[in-house]
């Protein structure tokens, strides 16, 4: 049972355009939520993150958006530039937990 | 820089033998991390958790005799593969939190390691 969902394995998108990475959910007790990229033979590095309590939280080129009611996210990269190019994870936090679930990733390739 | 360092990055042993991966918290001390593994196109999925001084915590379908944890310090936490076998071969990768930070807060990852039994 696939709790976390990244329904897209793989996104191509022109250099200086928005990048829209999707991610659903099933649990409603997920109440924190993160993006980390990932490069091969590499661990994840954490990009954003964002608690139920928001539905919005930016930091520079990316910006995360919550969907509650429809247990979605998506994080938006704009501009998007070659060096993003990497697996897209997104991660959820059960409530009171330290532990993530994460979802399938996707492979985004930002095209020069 | 790195604040997670594990060690090894890649490994390769025979089939039957043990492999022991190792997690560092490099600047600050971690009384809890967490295991995960990834197949080739898949998910990252939670193995344990690494509690200082104490058993870890498996999730289910882990077996805790083949994959054993050990965390004997706040900065270091080892994952033995006990008895390896090809189908053991995946991408091990240990986590970290920074202590007192709440549980919404962002985990640090390793780098991986790559573990291929022949």
């Known amino acids: 049972d696939q709790q976390v969902k990244q329904n897209s394995p793989s996104l191509s998108v022109q250099e200086g355009r928005i990048s829209i990475l999707n991610c659903d959910y099933t649990?409603?007790?997920?109440?924190?939520f993160l993006w980390y990229k990932k490069y091969p033979a590499e661990g994840p590095t954490f990009l954003i993150s964002?608690?139920?309590?928001?539905d919005k939280n930016e930091d520079g080129r990316f910006t995360v958006f919550l969907n509650k009611s429809a247990k979605h996210l998506s994080l938006h990269i704009v501009p998007s530039q070659p060096g993003d190019s990497a697996v897209y994870f997104c991660?959820?936090?059960?409530?009171?937990?330290?532990?993530?679930?994460f979802g399938t990733g996707t492979r985004l390739k930002v095209l020069a | 820089g790195a604040v997670v360092s594990q060690h090894p990055s890649r490994v390769i042993c025979k089939s039957g033998t043990s492999v022991k991966i190792e997690c560092r918290s490099l600047?600050?001390?971690?009384?809890?991390m967490f295991w995960y593994r990834q197949f080739p196109k898949q998910s990252l999925m939670l193995m344990a958790t690494?509690?200082?001084?104490?058993?870890?915590?498996?999730e289910q379908g882990v077996e805790k005799d083949k994959f054993l944890i050990n965390h004997a310090s706040l900065t270091l936490s080892t994952l033995t593969v006990t008895s390896a076998h090809p189908e053991d071969s995946s991408f091990y990768i240990c986590?970290?939190?920074?202590?007192?930070?709440?549980?919404?807060?962002?985990?640090?990852f390793g780098q991986g390691t790559r573990l291929t039994v022949v």
């Open positions: 649990n409603s007790m997920f109440d924190y």
């Open positions: 690494s509690n200082e001084g104490s058993k870890a915590t498996y």
């Open positions: 964002i608690s139920s309590i928001k």
């Open positions: 600047d600050f001390q971690a009384t809890t």
């Open positions: 986590s970290a939190r920074r202590p007192a930070t709440g549980v919404n807060t962002e985990a640090f």
């Open positions: 991660a959820a936090s059960p409530s009171g937990t330290y532990k993530y679930i």
